[in-house]
Every structure is written in structure tokens, then in C-alpha cells.
């Protein structure tokens, strides 16, 4: 773990002709800087920090405001160390943070100006002390009008603007106060900043903050918070309700609806962004209903009834139908797209998707299905698999149309008159032309599956009546179903069988009985494991000892197995091989235990999902013995906290049972 203790430090001239430059003192520093060089996560912040280390190799100190060789390596060790993320507790993560944060004391613009800089403080804002937000808070306070516009300084204001309206600094006057007035100061001068890049990006941050509620970051962007995620709940997420911050919202929707250039913002991809943000936050707070019915009704004027397809109106409106009520959804889609879906199928699917996804009641969901039809071998032979998927989803939703979907895949894909291979096909979303025979459409060596494929087939099992897709299911090859029990994609798909409440119990048992060859290699592999878990959650004693029988003949090479070795533990192997009815008492009595605490539960209104029995720790010298007399040689049947309805049961048990107990619990002593 690298110090965090700063010596007092300084920078060399930050900006040509501004103030005294102060050097920085490699002393101040973390200890160990440059350790763990070759550690790191995936993603943005890595090639990023990969980026600022060549370019200080190469002389180039960040876009922006210039600072010297110094002071730029001095951040990109910072931004290192954040990365690397090494701190042994949130105490140390935070005065690294603080530390780190008080060396842009006097120099808060200008260094937030700077690419790297403004990343890096970005970064450890959140971690920072009431009295050094507010420092920096104060210090872009004379120049707002210039940092809200700023390429850099502006994601420090946006991160200024999360931190400062926080539930976690609501008692805070002094940042309360700034946020406000921030705030107030942005939305009133709103026609300087909607044009901008950087400033529209601003006036959504304000929004979003006082909605009350901010989308969570990507996860590797939230690293820093390590594994405490009190601070990221504190900034993302639902707020508390602040009827002063949403007034505010009201009031400058209500300004921003009655702009005159309201009419250009839809044509234009930054201030459309900026349109469309303001419709959602709008939208979050209570008693919006009007303010949003104006919104849409001023967007749908203004737009045009001819839009072409690739027309950067859509967006706005698709955002409309999101928040519309089943009046106003019918509204734009016959104003706007009835008649013209088979436009969208071809040239712009993300639209059709949002159509569909946005359909707020059975009676618009089947006007937009019909019309849907009527082009669905185009849809198919396109592989338009979001658009499929989206449609399953609402088939779920309002359960209908579910026999039409069906029949229109079966009728499309698969041209022969039973369902063979159709599973197959949808999972690997592969285009199918008329020409291609049942020989073409066997799965090759070269499986691909496709990720909205799986998708499809698993909400297809949801169903009220999956029995086509279970019959497809049931004429897969052996091979063809362990392929598919393999992969990392379609795996699930053969766990939503076993899943599904509505798939009927012989034909999870038929499936079952079909994979029993394939089950000691599926226990061997991460993604089988976790069918093999699935089905145990599913099954009955019978089928319980099935997967038992199988597994318990492997015991050895399954206990040497990363994944394998759970499955010996969890599922109580050695005792199965051991002695079957004591196995079988003690499973029974387990899902009994659960079944009341479930119960309990239940009655309290807790959702404690399935309670898992803690394995005992076993006697590591008698099981090394055990294993030198004989491998084969199982180990007795772990000993298991027992209830006092089970010490009833056992003193009823025969003597030689109890020797045998007794005799065990000595060796483990």
C-alpha cells in the first residue's frame, strides 16, 4: 500500500504571465509511485493513463492549458495509483484523495483546464472533504461562464454539480447554497449555453441533479470507490425528493418549452440531445404530467410528418414515446410511423426497437406487431435480432401475440414441416435463404452463438405454452445440446429450460434424462456447473439422485476440479456413496429447513432467497488418511447442525447408527 502523506509542494508557473510558480518537490510524491506498473483493469481508464504515459515520454503534456514536465508527471503517477486502487481502507483512499486534491490549491482553473488534470480531480472529487470541494467550488465561481464551456474544466463543474447536490452534503449549507446558485446561474442563461458542445452537457448534469437522479457510471469508471459502495450510492441513483430543486425543473421546462428557437433544437444532434434530457428529467418528478404533455405536444408540432429514416428527429421522439401516456403513444405513432415500419426494418432498427419497447398497453402493441407482420421475412432474412427481441419481450409483457410470434419464426426460418434445427438457427441468428437445405442448417464445428439469439429462445421458453420450442429442443443431437450447454451465451438457454415455470415437469425430466451422459463433463466446466446448479434448484429427490448417480462415480477427479469440487461439496457426494438413506433424510430435512425459513420470511415481507447450509469444516488429517489408505475411499457424511425435532429422529434411529455417529464425532475432535 503506497503513503499517502504529502509533503507541502507546489507547482512551477501553471499559466504564462499569472502568479508566482512554485517547483514540486519529488519528496511529496506517494511512496512506491512507480510499483505495480504492469497491474491494471480493462477499459477506458487504462488506455487513457497508457495514452498520458506516452505522451509524457514523447514531451506532450496533456490538450488544454499547458503545465510543465512536473507537474504532469506528478498527476499521471496520481491517476496510476487511483487505478491501481491498492488502499488497504477507505480512510487511506480518502486522505489520498485529500492529499492529492490540496496540491491544486490556488491553481484550481487553470489545472482543471488541463486533459489529464481534469481527469484526475474528476476522479477523487467524491473522496474529497467538505472544506476542499467548497475551495474549488469558490475558486470556478468568477469564471463560470468560461468553465461551463471549457472541453476540460466542464467534466470537473458536471462532477462538482453530482457531488454538491448529493444526499450525502444535504446539511451542508455552504454546498447546498453553491449548488443552487450554480445551478440557477446555468438554467437562466440557458441561450448562451444550449448551443454549446460542452455547455449543453452542463445544463443535462443540472438537470439530472435536480430530478433526483443520476444514472450509475460505468463500473470500471467507479473503480476508485474500491469495495465500499456507500459513496457511489450517495451520488447515483434515487435521491431524496426536494420539492425546491423541482420547481426549479418545472419553471425552466416551462421557459425552455416557450423559447422561440424551440423549433431548431429537434434538428440539430447536440441541442436534440439536450431536448431530450430535459423530456426525462421532467418526467421523474411528481405531478409532471402536464409540463411533459406540452413537451410532446410542442415536439410533434414542430416535427415533420415526412421524416426520413435516418433523420436526427427520431431520437427526440422516440423519447417521447418512452414517457407518453397510451393516448399520446397512439397520437405520434399514427402521426409519424404507421404505415412506414418496413422503412425502419431496413435502414434504422434501434428505431423499431424503441417503438416496440415503448408500446405502453396491449392495444398499441398489437398495432405495431400487425404492421410488423406484414414485413417479417425481411425482418428475418435482415437479422434484425433486437427487433425479434424486443418483440418477445412485450409478447411477455402483455402476454399476447405469443402463438403469432412463434408461428412467424417457425414459418420463416425453417421451411420443413417439423421444428428441427430451429433452436439451433435462432440461437446463431444465421441467415437463412430459401435455398439452403436441413444439411446447411446443422450446427458446424465452428459454433458461433449470437447474444440476442439466446435472448430470444430463453423469453420464447417463457411463454404461456412453450411446446414448439420445446419440441425443437427435444430434436436436437446429443452433441448439438452439450454445444450448446458449453457456451458461455447459450448455456443460459439451457438453464431457462429448468427454469421456466411454464416448461412442464416430464419434459425438464426428458431433458434431463437426455443430458445424463454429458453431466460429468459439464461439471467440469464453468458454464455446465452452473446448469448442473440450476437443475439441483429444479429437482425433486428423484431426479436429485440421478445427477447423485452420475457424479458420485467420479468423485476423485471431480474433487481435483476448480468447479467441480463445489458440486462434490455442495451436493453431498461422499455421503450419497456412503450410505444413499441417510443421504437421502438429510436433503429431504434440508429443503424442509428451507421451505419454513422461506416461509417465515415470507410472512414478514423479507426476500431471503434460497438459505444455503454452511458446509462443516472436515478433519484435514483424517481425509488425507482416508485418501492414502484407498482414492477411492469416501469420506463420511459431514456432520451438520442438527434441530431438535432431528435428535428426536435419531434417538429413534438403530444403535449401530449411533456408534457410528458417535465414532465420528470423536475422530473429529
Request: net charge neutral.
Amino acid at each position: 500500500m503506497p503513503e499517502v502523506s504529502m509533503a507541502e509542494s507546489s507547482f512551477e508557473t501553471l499559466s504564462k504571465g499569472k502568479g508566482k510558480g512554485r517547483d514540486i518537490n519529488k519528496a511529496a510524491l506517494p511512496y512506491h509511485h512507480d510499483a505495480h506498473k504492469g497491474k491494471g483493469k480493462p477499459g477506458g481508464k487504462r488506455s487513457f493513463l497508457k495514452r498520458a504515459k506516452r505522451f509524457e515520454k514523447q514531451g506532450r503534456f496533456g490538450k488544454g492549458h499547458e503545465v510543465d514536465s512536473e507537474t504532469y508527471g506528478y498527476f499521471v503517477r496520481i491517476l496510476d495509483l487511483l487505478r491501481q486502487n491498492e488502499f488497504e481502507t477507505d480512510e487511506e483512499r480518502e486522505a489520498f484523495a485529500e492529499n492529492s486534491l490540496s496540491q491544486t490549491e490556488g491553481t484550481e482553473v487553470q489545472l482543471s483546464s488541463n486533459q489529464l488534470v481534469s481527469r484526475v480531480i474528476e476522479n477523487i472529487l467524491p473522496l474529497a472533504s467538505e472544506e476542499s470541494i467548497f475551495r474549488i467550488c469558490k475558486a470556478f465561481t468568477p469564471s463560470l461562464r468560461v468553465v461551463v464551456c471549457d472541453p476540460y474544466a466542464s467534466h470537473v463543474l458536471e462532477k462538482l454539480l453530482e457531488v454538491t447536490s448529493s444526499d450525502k452534503w444535504l446539511e451542508s449549507d455552504d454546498l447546498t447554497t453553491w449548488f443552487q446558485n450554480t445551478a440557477k446561474y446555468v438554467l437562466n442563461n440557458f441561450e448562451d449555453f444550449t448551443f454549446d458542445t460542452y455547455g449543453s452537457f452542463v445544463m443535462k448534469k443540472v438537470l439530472e441533479c435536480l430530478s433526483g437522479y443520476l444514472k450509475p457510471p460505468d463500473p470500471r469508471e467507479a473503480s476508485i470507490f474500491g469495495k465500499n459502495n456507500k459513496i457511489q450510492e450517495t451520488l447515483y441513483g434515487k435521491r431524496k425528493a426536494n420539492s425546491k430543486r423541482e420547481l426549479m425543473l418545472k419553471d425552466f421546462a416551462a421557459r425552455f418549452a416557450a423559447w422561440p428557437q424551440f423549433n431548431d433544437l429537434i434538428q440539430q444532434p447536440i441541442t436534440s440531445r439536450l431536448l431530450q434530457n430535459v423530456i426525462e428529467t421532467v418526467n421523474r418528478t411528481e405531478g409532471s404530467e402536464d409540463f411533459v404533455k406540452k413537451l410532446i405536444l410542442r415536439v410533434t408540432t414542430v416535427a415533420s410528418e415526412t421524416l426520413e429514416v435516418q433523420s436526427v428527429e427520431h431520437r427526440v421522439l422516440e423519447v417521447c414515446l418512452s414517457v407518453a401516456s397510451s393516448k399520446q403513444y397512439g397520437i405520434i405513432f399514427e402521426k409519424f410511423y404507421k404505415g412506414r415500419l418496413v422503412n425502419y426494418i431496413v435502414g434504422q432498427c434501434l428505431t423499431l426497437q424503441n417503438i416496440i419497447s415503448s408500446a405502453p398497453d396491449e392495444e398499441n402493441f398489437v398495432a405495431v406487431f400487425d404492421e410488423i407482420t406484414q414485413s417479417f421475412a425481411t425482418l428475418i432474412n435482415g437479422g434484425r435480432a433486437g427487433v425479434i427481441k424486443a418483440l418477445t419481450d412485450q409478447c411477455i409483457k402483455f402476454t399476447s401475440k405469443q402463438k403469432d410470434l412463434w408461428n412467424l419464426l417457425k414459418s420463416n426460418i425453417n421451411t420443413e414441416s417439423d421444428n428441427s434445427n430451429l433452436v439451433m438457427t435462432v440461437i446463431t441468428m444465421k441467415e437463412v435463404s430459401e435455398d439452403e437445405n436441413a444439411e446447411q442448417l446443422q450446427m458446424n464445428p465452428k459454433f458461433s452463438s449470437s447474444y440476442f439469439g439466446t435472448i430470444i429462445v430463453e423469453h420464447l421458453l417463457e411463454f404461456e405454452k412453450p411446446s414448439g420450442v420445446l419440441k425443437s429442443f427435444n430434436e436436437l443431437e446429443t452433441s448439438q445440446l452439450k454445444t450448446l450447454a458449453l457456451d458461455p451465451k447459450a448455456s443460459f438457454v439451457v438453464s431457462k429450460v429448468f427454469k421456466s415455470e411454464n416448461v412442464p415437469q416430464k419434459q425438464k425430466i426428458k431433458l434431463l434424462h437426455k443430458m445424463k451422459e454429458m453431466l460429468i463433463e459439464l461439471a467440469n466446466t464453468k458454464f455446465g456447473s452452473r446448469i448442473l446448479d440450476d437443475i439441483w434448484q429444479w429437482s425433486e429427490m428423484a431426479q436429485k439422485t440421478i445427477v447423485a448417480e452420475v457424479l458420485s462415480d467420479r468423485i476423485p477427479s471431480l474433487s481435483a476440479n476448480r468447479y467441480g469440487k463445489f458440486l462434490v461439496e455442495n451436493y453431498g457426494l461422499h455421503a450419497f456413496k456412503k450410505d444413499r438413506k441417510e443421504w437421502a433424510e438429510h436433503m429431504n430435512s434440508q429443503s424442509k429447513r428451507k421451505s419454513a425459513a422461506l416461509a417465515i420470511a415470507a410472512e414478514f415481507g423479507l426476500n431471503i432467497g434460497a438459505i444455503e447450509t454452511k458446509p462443516v469444516k472436515k478433519d484435514k488429517d483424517r481425509k488425507r488418511k482416508l485418501e492414502q489408505d484407498d482414492e477411492e475411499t469416501v469420506e463420511t457424511e459431514p456432520v451438520v447442525e442438527a434441530v431438535e425435532e432431528e435428535e428426536e429422529e435419531q434417538s429413534e434411529a438403530p444403535k449401530k447408527k449411533k456408534k457410528k455417529k458417535k465414532k465420528s464425532k470423536e475422530l473429529s475432535e
